[in-house]
T-cell receptor
C-alpha cells in the first residue's frame, strides 16, 4: 500500500463548476500538507500549503486537512479552463529547522475544465 | 531569478550509454532534490542534498544511478549504463533553509529521458 493515495482521474468538469480533489494517507506522522499544480510538460508548482488540521483559503482555492481521518482535500470554486492541469498532493513529517523537508507525493489527478 | 534550471530538456540515448542530467538550483537555496516521474509510479524522490551533502539516497533505484553536488550552484544525476526502464521525466527541485513551517520546493522544467 502506498503512503499517499490519490485518484488519478481523469476528471472533466464544465467551466464554473466546483471541483473536489482528494488524497488519503497512512502515515500518521505527516504534519505538513501541500497541493502542487503541474501543467503539461512543466514542473510542479506549489499551490496551497497547510500545517496540521484545518482549512486554508486562497482565492478560489480551499485546502482542508482532516488528520483524524487521514484525508485531505482541495476545492476549486468557479473553475476555469486555465485550471486544467494535474494536481498532486504532497506531505511531509516534521523536521528540525535547517533540515530539508522530504515530500511524499500522491500520483496526481488530471483535471480538465471544459469551456 | 531564473528559477531552477535543468539541462538538457530532452535526451534520447541508446541502452548502455551514460546519461548525465544537470541542475542549477535557485541561488541561496540550501536543499536540492532529484525526483523521477513516470505514469506508473508518479513522482518519486531519488536523492536529496542539504548544504551540498547527500542526506538520503534511499530512493536511488540501483547502483547505476549516482548524484553529485560539487558546489551550491550545481548538481548532476548520472545513469551508467542506461536501460529502457529508466525512461522518465527527471525533475530537480530546490528549497530554502527551513524556517518555521514553510519551505517551498521549487521545481525545474524537467529532463525528459528516453532510452531506446
Amino acid at each position: 500500500q502506498k503512503e499517499v493515495e490519490q485518484d488519478p482521474g481523469p476528471l472533466s468538469v464544465p467551466e464554473g463548476a466546483i471541483v473536489s480533489l482528494n488524497c488519503t494517507y497512512s502515515n500518521s506522522a505527516f504534519q505538513y500538507f501541500m497541493w502542487y499544480r503541474q501543467y503539461s510538460r512543466k514542473g510542479p508548482e506549489l499551490l496551497m500549503y497547510t500545517y496540521s488540521s484545518g482549512n486554508k483559503e486562497d482565492g478560489r482555492f480551499t485546502a482542508q486537512v482532516d488528520k483524524s481521518s487521514k484525508y485531505i482535500s482541495l476545492f476549486i470554486r468557479d473553475s476555469q479552463p486555465s485550471d486544467s492541469a494535474t494536481y498532486l498532493c504532497a506531505m511531509s513529517v516534521a523536521v528540525s529547522s535547517g533540515s530539508a523537508r522530504q515530500l511524499t507525493f500522491g500520483s496526481g489527478t488530471q483535471l480538465t475544465v471544459l469551456p | 531569478d531564473a528559477g531552477v534550471i535543468q539541462s538538457p530538456r530532452h535526451e534520447v540515448t541508446e541502452m548502455g550509454q551514460e546519461v548525465t542530467l544537470r541542475c542549477k538550483p535557485i541561488s541561496g537555496h540550501n536543499s536540492l532534490f532529484w525526483y523521477r516521474q513516470t505514469m506508473m509510479r508518479g513522482l518519486e524522490l531519488l536523492i536529496y542534498f542539504n548544504n551540498n551533502v547527500p542526506i538520503d539516497d534511499s530512493g536511488m533505484p540501483e547502483d547505476r544511478f549516482s548524484a553529485k553536488m560539487p558546489n551550491a550552484s550545481f548538481s548532476t544525476l548520472k545513469i551508467q549504463p542506461s536501460e529502457p526502464r529508466d525512461s522518465a521525466v527527471y525533475f530537480c527541485a530546490s528549497s530554502p533553509r527551513l524556517r518555521g513551517v514553510t519551505a517551498e520546493a521549487f521545481f525545474g522544467q524537467g529532463t525528459r529521458l528516453t532510452v531506446v
